[in-house]
């Protein structure tokens, strides 16, 4: 079965455009024309990916991340902002919504298409939670291993990653991944250390991070 796409713009021409593109690579193509369609459509199709423009009527990007993250239904789609918007201070409050990645455009079809598949990747499901488990890191070439081969995670990921398996099955506090993944002069809303340990857990297994409620997260080995 062909994994659903659904992409939200409010200019024709570029659904149109992106849609056709999509679909030759294989994808179900679905499309809205602002976040309050999007959420409509979103709950009859449940797309694997939502492909989010950030300037938009009736609700903007951000507010329709928001309210898919707020979803039990659409809990595990991925939402990737595709957006004109360049300014660094957006790009933080999309990804502290909840956004799985943000691209800017323009981009080319190729580029495009070649993070969509490679975001796509990330929902292939792991049933064997002992597999999960094994894992090493490699520190020199900054991979992860594990028994069905490498991951490559993003510096922040791995940073992340690193620090908790420093200590496996102790729990790190909010305050404690903060400074020593952000540092004390950088302000980081909680979201967007939410949406990190989110990413880690679609990657490596939903049991491998463990929450400890209204402290922190600790690995399990």
């Known amino acids: 079965m062909a994994q ?32 309050a369609q999007a959420l409509k459509v979103a709950l009859e199709v449940r797309p694997h990916l939502i492909i989010l423009d950030m300037m938009m009527p009736v609700m903007d990007g951000r507010q329709t991340c928001e309210a898919v993250r707020k979803s039990e239904e659409l809990k595990d789609t991925m939402v990737v902002f595709l957006s004109a918007v360049h300014q660094e201070q957006c790009q933080l409050e999309s990804y502290e919504a909840g956004a799985d990645d943000y691209i800017t455009k323009p981009v080319s079809m190729r580029i495009l298409c070649s993070r969509v598949a490679a975001i796509m990747k990330r929902l292939t ?17 900054r991979v992860v291993v594990t028994p069905e081969g490498e991951i490559v995670l993003p510096r922040k990921e791995f940073d ?18 903060f400074r020593a993944i952000w540092g004390c002069e950088v302000v980081v809303g909680d979201r967007t250390l939410d949406v990190h340990i989110r990413r880690l857990r679609r990657k490596l297994g939903d049991d491998v991070i463990v929450t400890s409620k209204g402290v922190g997260f600790k690995l399990l080995l």
């Open 160 to 177: 992340i990653l690193q620090l908790l398996y420093s200590e496996p099955d102790r729990v790190f506090t909010r305050e404690e991944i």
């Open 4 to 35: 659903r796409i659904l992409i939200v713009d409010d200019e024709a021409d570029i659904r149109e455009f992106i849609s056709y593109n999509l679909r030759r690579e294989g994808y179900d193509v679905y499309t809205a024309a602002d976040g």
């Open 125 to 141: 499901p792991q049933t064997d939670s002992s597999v999960k488990r094994q894992l090493t890191l490699d520190l020199a070439r």
